[in-house]
């Protein structure tokens, strides 16, 4: 993993984001553009033979259904999607938010911020709260949903191989 090949990858994306996201705030429309500009250069790279991983915050099922089309119709070969929804609470996020995002967003120094305002389970709001900055919409079809209050880091990425292994099995078998 840590090739200069990895490294120059690595550094190329996080170049591109760079340069890409500057203009960018956290409107509905700002973050749907954030979304269709990584499934870009995510199919870019897969089309090139990379493996991506990417975790943006994805709040609404629009922007999550057209980086799957994208990805799926641009990356050639490379080109599989999976959805795993991480279904983390609100108080987990906020709690372990190193850059201190959500106590901005909850003094207001953020605008549109997701999450902040809404019910207690983040994963069951679909419409904004009174007071809610913006709302998350769950996954309908994630392929698969962890929770880091639940599972250990171990056993999610065990789910998440699985559940690629699976993946691969069943489309050699067809």
Same mark, same amino acid.
């Given at each position: 993993?840590?090739? /200069?090949?990895? &490294?120059?990858?690595i550094?190329?994306? %996080?170049?591109?984001?760079?340069?890409?996201?500057?203009?960018?705030?956290f409107?509905a429309?700002? &973050?749907?553009?954030?979304?269709?500009?990584?499934?870009?250069?995510?199919?870019? +790279?897969?089309?090139?033979?990379?493996?991506?991983?990417?975790?943006?915050?994805?709040?609404?099922?629009?922007?999550?259904?057209?980086? &799957?089309?994208?990805?799926?119709?641009?990356?050639?070969?490379g080109g599989?999607?999976? +959805?795993?929804?991480?279904?983390?609470?609100?108080?987990?996020?906020? %709690?372990t938010?190193?850059?201190?995002?959500?106590? %901005?967003?909850?003094?207001?120094?953020?605008?549109?911020?997701?999450?902040?305002?809404?019910?207690?389970?983040?994963?069951?709001?679909?419409?904004?709260?009174?007071?809610?900055?913006?709302?998350y919409?769950?996954?309908? %079809? /994630?392929?698969?949903?962890?929770?880091?209050?639940?599972?250990?880091?171990?056993?999610?990425?065990?789910?998440?191989?699985?559940?690629?292994? &699976?993946?691969?099995?069943?489309?050699?078998?067809l």
């Amino acid at each position: 993993m840590n090739s /200069p090949l990895v &490294r120059k990858l690595i550094r190329r994306a %996080k170049g591109v984001w760079l340069t890409t996201h500057l203009e960018l705030g956290f409107s509905a429309e700002d &973050r749907h553009t954030n979304i269709q500009r990584i499934a870009f250069v995510s199919a870019e +790279l897969a089309r090139a033979g990379a493996a991506v991983i990417a975790a943006p915050i994805a709040p609404y099922e629009r922007s999550r259904n057209a980086a &799957r089309d994208t990805i799926q119709h641009a990356g050639g070969a490379g080109g599989n999607f999976f +959805l795993i929804h991480v279904a983390t609470p609100l108080e987990h996020c906020e %709690k372990t938010d190193r850059k201190g995002n959500y106590a %901005k967003a909850r003094r207001g120094e953020i605008k549109g911020f997701t999450g902040i305002g809404e019910y207690e389970e983040a994963a069951c709001v679909t419409e904004a709260d009174e007071g809610t900055d913006d709302v998350y919409e769950p996954p309908s %079809k /994630p392929d698969l949903i962890v929770d880091v209050t639940q599972q250990t880091i171990p056993e999610i990425v065990h789910s998440t191989c699985t559940t690629i292994i &699976r993946s691969v099995l069943f489309s050699l078998a067809l």
